[in-house]
């Protein structure tokens, strides 16, 4: 048989994915993968069970249904602070994960170099080795995730043709501040580096952090596409609902892609979300006491079991060290593993998000349930006694 893609030889399967079968398979609370188990708003499951008898059903516009286009353009101009061209410059994707590979198919080339900061949402790295190039790679030091800024220079210094970006960040929970991403700015303008945000988690931030978007900062709209989807903001990770926005001569070549690589999102699902969009900025402010609320009740959890852990600033992870629960020799994936079995909690092992030696931390989500997050906690209590 004739030699298949050498592509994949440099990462396995998505180990997230992976903890969410193994979750399936042991009735384990699933931690794991990054999805919440109560209900999106009601208006977008109304509108959708409307929608399920009239229509539409069939292809949309590939690039994405006109009347979504409007309202994303118009829901994101408002907290970007800019005016968005719904035809110019919006394109509607199969999630942000689309989004993003369009992205790169769009700005680079074999061989071209990408910075990301590690720890980082895996699957970028994946992206990133699919499309031809080559990951460099600029730790976020804990318990802060604040970088240094001579090694992140030495990187754009080695010619990186794009900076890839998750604000607020998965799986760390760090939100960049303005100085930041006004220093990070200026390295892009400096060495003409192109700037792919990832912003799912754009609306869940813990005060005193504020969320700051790349492409609203000086010089920076020409050179940045935003990258994100409804997936976290009305908790419907399954709609599969996501969109890049950029200027026009980037999108131009984000639009082909996309065209040739999924068609298009789907049409009624595309239909329904868009109350979802009209939603009034009230929705925001409850959407995030609602997380800032189930921060608190799993944070505090973790303090009275006795679990270390770094305290996020954004979106729904925490990195939990687990280092006084496992065996000697043991790996952490074998440990998530042994975990998901033994106490009926499934979490994903840390070497999936980090370059740098972390034998010992886990990431646990809690978008969840109270009543979720309760018996969670309670089976984390004991678990020095059931993985011995």
């Known amino acids: 048989m004739q030699e298949m893609s050498r592509k994949t030889q440099h990462f396995t399967d998505s180990v997230i994915r992976r903890m969410t079968r193994i979750a399936i398979a042991n009735n384990a609370i699933n931690l794991a993968q990054g999805f919440p188990d109560f209900d999106p708003p009601k208006e977008l499951t109304d509108r959708l069970a409307e929608i399920s008898a009239?229509?539409?059903?069939?292809?949309?516009?590939?690039?994405g249904a006109p009347n979504f286009r409007r309202a994303l353009a118009k829901k994101c101009g408002r907290f970007m602070g800019r005016s968005i061209d719904p035809e110019t410059e919006v394109v509607v994707t199969i999630g942000s994960t689309e989004a993003?590979?369009?992205?790169?198919?769009?700005?680079?080339?074999?061989?071209?170099k990408v910075i990301m900061f590690s720890p980082y949402f895996e699957?970028?790295?994946?992206?990133?080795?699919?499309?031809?190039?080559?990951?460099?790679?600029?730790?976020?030091?804990?318990?802060?995730?604040?970088?240094?800024?001579?090694?992140?220079?030495?990187?754009?210094?080695?010619?990186?043709?794009?900076?890839?970006?998750?604000?607020?960040?998965?799986?760390?929970?760090?939100?960049?501040?303005?100085?930041?991403?006004?220093?990070?700015?200026?390295?892009?303008?400096?060495?003409?580096?192109?700037?792919?945000?990832?912003?799912?988690y754009e609306h869940i931030v813990y005060a005193p952090h504020q969320h700051i978007y790349m492409n609203s900062l000086p010089g920076m709209w020409e050179r940045t596409v935003s990258c994100s989807s409804l997936s976290k903001t009305y908790s419907i990770t399954g709609w599969r609902l996501g969109y890049a926005i950029a200027p026009q001569h980037i999108m131009d070549k984000i639009k082909q892609y996309h065209d040739f690589?999924?068609?298009?999102?789907?049409?009624?699902?595309?239909?329904?979300?868009?109350?979802?969009?009209?939603?009034?900025?009230?929705?925001?402010?409850?959407?995030?006491?609602?997380?800032?609320?189930?921060?608190?009740?799993?944070?505090?959890?973790?303090?009275?079991?006795?679990?270390?852990?770094?305290?996020?600033?954004?979106?729904?992870f925490v990195l939990a060290n687990i280092g006084q629960f496992m065996k000697k020799g043991q790996s952490d994936v074998e440990f998530c593993e042994e975990m998901a079995k033994k106490v009926g909690v499934a979490v994903v092992p840390g070497t999936s998000f980090f370059?740098?030696?972390?034998?010992?931390?886990?990431?646990?989500?809690?978008?969840?349930?109270?009543e979720t997050l309760y018996e969670a906690l309670n089976r984390l209590s004991d678990m020095k006694s059931k993985m011995a």
């Open 261 to 316: 690589n999924t068609v298009g999102a789907p049409s009624p699902l595309m239909e329904a979300a868009v109350v979802g969009l009209e939603m009034p900025d009230s929705y925001y402010e409850e959407f995030g006491a609602h997380y800032a609320h189930m921060k608190k009740l799993f944070t505090e959890g973790l303090d009275r079991i006795g679990i270390e852990y770094t305290d996020p600033q954004g979106a729904y």
């Open 123 to 200: 699957n970028y790295r994946a992206q990133t080795l699919l499309v031809g190039c080559e990951p460099i790679f600029v730790p976020l030091i804990p318990p802060t995730f604040h970088y240094d800024a001579n090694v992140l220079e030495d990187a754009f210094k080695q010619g990186a043709k794009a900076i890839l970006i998750c604000n607020p960040s998965n799986p760390s929970g760090k939100v960049f501040t303005r100085e930041e991403l006004t220093q990070i700015a200026e390295l892009a303008i400096k060495y003409d580096t192109y700037v792919i945000m990832d912003e799912v």
């Open 355 to 370: 370059m740098e030696d972390v034998p010992d931390i886990v990431r646990m989500h809690f978008a969840k349930k109270d």
């Open 54 to 63: 009239i229509g539409p059903h069939q292809y949309p516009i590939t690039m």
């Open 100 to 112: 993003m590979v369009d992205t790169l198919f769009a700005l680079t080339n074999p061989g071209d």
